[in-house]
């Protein structure tokens, strides 16, 4: 049940278009593009031979498959094509192939938790952005008679939002410190400190 609504919460936020191109090209498109690079490498390390180490001739398949498994855990070093073996220095270890998956899911992650974050915090302010944006951008559809009225609905209802959320305290509770920063719902300035975040 609880793993429904969370993709219910999703799939709401995904179908908002309350962003431009560039936004959705940040939290939407390049999410998607790396989800493919980790599907694609991950499925290589994990389902296929991730590394093809050098070994001997003598060799067998089980040796190689040893060596290779070794190779992976332990991390691999660059050797070069005329550089004799005896000669390689072995303490400079590559140690990254393995964790590709990972930090490319943490940067999907870094490009779609502001989306998340922003979705989140402006529904509570009291502004309806998607119905907003959905109405100014079908502005080019409209007459200008039609055009002006939804323009001044725009400006009335982000006026009213705003200037409603002003609140004039008695001197005596001044003196708070939430009332002495000048942030939140009631300063009229929450969306725009939301979408700094």
């Not at 498109?29 to 389902?47: D, E, M, P, R, W």
């Not at 073996?85 to 998956?101: E, S």
């Amino acid at each position: 049940m609880m793993l429904g609504s969370v993709i219910g919460e999703v799939r709401s936020i995904v179908n908002k278009h309350d962003d431009d191109i560039i936004d959705r090209y940040n939290h939407r498109y390049t999410v998607i593009a790396l989800a493919i690079f980790i599907f694609v490498i991950a499925s290589k390390q994990y389902f296929g031979e991730p590394i093809t180490c050098w070994t001997p001739a003598q060799f067998t398949g089980s040796h190689n498959s040893y060596a290779n498994t070794i190779c992976w855990t332990q991390g691999t070093y660059p050797v070069g094509g005329d550089q004799p073996y005896h000669t390689v220095d072995r303490t400079k270890v590559l140690p990254y192939y393995q964790w590709v998956p990972f930090i490319l899911l943490f940067q999907a992650a870094c490009f779609m938790i502001p989306n998340l974050i922003w979705h989140t915090f402006s529904k509570s302010a009291g502004i309806d952005i998607t119905s907003l944006g959905q109405n100014a951008s079908a502005l080019d559809n409209f007459d200008l008679e039609n055009r002006e009225k939804t323009i001044n609905q725009i400006a009335r209802h982000i006026h009213i939002a705003i200037s409603s959320k002003y609140d004039y305290l008695p001197t005596f509770k001044k003196f708070n410190l939430r009332d002495r920063l000048p942030i939140g719902r009631r300063h009229g300035n929450y969306l725009f400190v939301v979408y700094l975040l």
